[in-house]
T-cell receptor, first 116, second 115 residues
Framework: KAGVTQTPRYLIKTRGQQVTLSCSPISGHRSVSWYQQTPGQGLQFLFEYFSETQRNKGNFPGRFSGRQFSNSRSEMNVSTLELGDSALYLC???????????????FGPGTRLTVL | QQQVKQSPQSLIVQKGGISIINCAYENTAFDYFPWYQQFPGKGPALLIAIRPDVSEKKEGRFTISFNKSAKQFSLHIMDSQPGDSATYFCAASIETPSNTGKLIFGQGTTLQVKP
């Protein structure tokens, strides 16, 4: 079974631009979570989507948004890029089970975003 | 209260030795504690996970010890190998319908196993 794939793997943008990152989950997984990884802040949760709906959201500004399509693929968008948005953006997929059943998250390799 | 504190930040162990990484949390609502391993250029991969109703879980050379009263848990890597050199993250989550898909991660420990 193919793992989580993310495209592109590397991206360079300038301040003020916007960017869209893509994530294809493991076949059969309906939940996609996004994380930002930086040396200073570590891994931080951005949001989670399930069946095309955002179910959970972290503490990031509104410039960070996402969506999920009917095939469970997800995209994340960052508008008006700032230097501090430079990071590795990871997506993780899972079956999307609710409480009472462990819902393991499987991570993709990430997209390395550099903002100049 | 949503934090998970991980230590040490870095660790050097000789081949064959035991690597120990510790994590502490405050929120007693956490009910799932996974450990992830990340190699450079890769995403984190699940190593082993535990729930608070179990004090210890072992999978191969990897063992999680869990102390609910102290709100601490640790990863032990027995017979550490150079191939174990990676960054390790502990994490915690509250698995409820209102808190889906959200893992709270520790800051990570960079492990180097010397041959």
């Amino acid at each position: 079974k193919a793992g989580v794939t993310q495209t592109p793997r590397y991206l360079i943008k300038t301040r003020g631009q916007q960017v869209t990152l893509s994530c294809s989950p493991i076949s059969g997984h309906r939940s996609v979570s996004w994380y930002q990884q930086t040396p200073g802040q570590g891994l931080q949760f951005l949001f989670e989507y399930f069946s095309e709906t955002q179910r959970n959201k972290g503490n990031f500004p509104g410039r960070f948004s996402g969506r999920q399509f009917s095939n469970s693929r997800s995209e994340m968008n960052v508008s008006t890029l700032e230097l501090g948005d430079s990071a590795l953006y990871l997506c993780a997929s899972s079956l999307g089970r609710l409480a009472g059943d462990t819902d393991t998250q499987y991570f993709g390799p990430g997209t390395r975003l550099t903002v100049l | 209260q949503q934090q998970v504190k991980q230590s040490p930040q870095s660790l050097i162990v000789q081949k064959g030795g035991i690597s120990i990484i510790n994590c502490a949390y405050e929120n007693t609502a956490f009910d799932y504690f996974p450990w992830y391993q990340q190699f450079p250029g890769k995403g984190p991969a699940l190593l082993i996970a535990i729930r608070p109703d179990v004090s210890e879980k072992k999978e191969g050379r990897f063992t999680i010890s869990f102390n609910k009263s102290a709100k601490q848990f640790s990863l032990h890597i027995m017979d550490s190998q150079p191939g174990d050199s990676a960054t390790y993250f502990c994490a915690a989550s509250i698995e409820t319908p209102s808190n889906t898909g959200k893992l709270i991660f520790g800051q990570g420990t960079t492990l180097q196993v010397k041959p």
